[in-house]
């Protein structure tokens, strides 16, 4: 595919001049859905951090084996999934309704393109629903009535935050935001968190590349702030991590039947939390 290609069109509300963070994501993950600008995004970041593709493939991995462990060891039947992006391989109601379709997923996203997509290629149904809300406004997300009726807030609850924090800047209070979500469930829900880590002060080499990826995200897409780790265990509030803790994603229960691409890298951290 040339740039001047694109095989899809912009659906209603999308405005394929400029490069939104859902599309340019869907670029990294060597997805359809984007635009000749989004792909510009990827081609820039290319040039400074070539890694940042297969760092999106390992976020999504993360994805998958935080999802099972939820279902499967944490008990959880319901999630609420802030910025859920795209449609695309491997998506959170899949993965968990594969252990137990009975799970309950509302995906939630402020870009036009997901809604439009996601209409299109999920099953809406009464376990998956996808709604366009911003999640910098928490409390209209969870006082709407679509998210009560399929969560219910009396029962444990998966909230979801893979790779949406770090596209909240610091004047938007990124931790208040979490911590409004993380208030508003009950004893034995779970956080997981994917985040953009600084580690400048680790890798001193790499603080170059660092600082132009991330001013290439802020020029481009208008967000991206790669934190430090403890700033990024803040958002997590008095949950408890459970083990590994918040380390890079490859590090983070990894699975042998879902291994994944060997990668080893450190731009992205994550981890859960239980709610005591
Ligand atoms: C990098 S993608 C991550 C997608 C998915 N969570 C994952 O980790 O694979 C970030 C997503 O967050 C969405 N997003 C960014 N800011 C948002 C906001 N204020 N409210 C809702 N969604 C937002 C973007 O549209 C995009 O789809």
Redesign the pocket.
Known sequence: MTDEESPITAPPGVDATRP???RA?DAYLGGKDNFPVDREVVRSTDEVLPEVKAC?RA??AF?RRVVRYLVRDAGIKQFL??????P?AGNVHEIAQAIDPTVRVVY????PM?LAHARALLAINNTTTVLT????RPQVILESDEVRSYIDFDQPVGV?L???LH??NDREEPEAIARTFLDAVPSGSHAAI?HFCDVRDEYPDEAERTAATERIFNERLG?GRWRRREEIRGFLGDFELVEPGLLPLQYWRPDPEDPGEPFEHHWLVGGVAGKP
């Open positions: 939104s963070i859902a994501y999106a976020n999504r994805l999934d802030l910025g859920s992006g795209l695309t939630v996203d402020n870009d997901v809300h911003d999640v910098r979801l893979f790779a949406i596209h909240i994917s967000t």
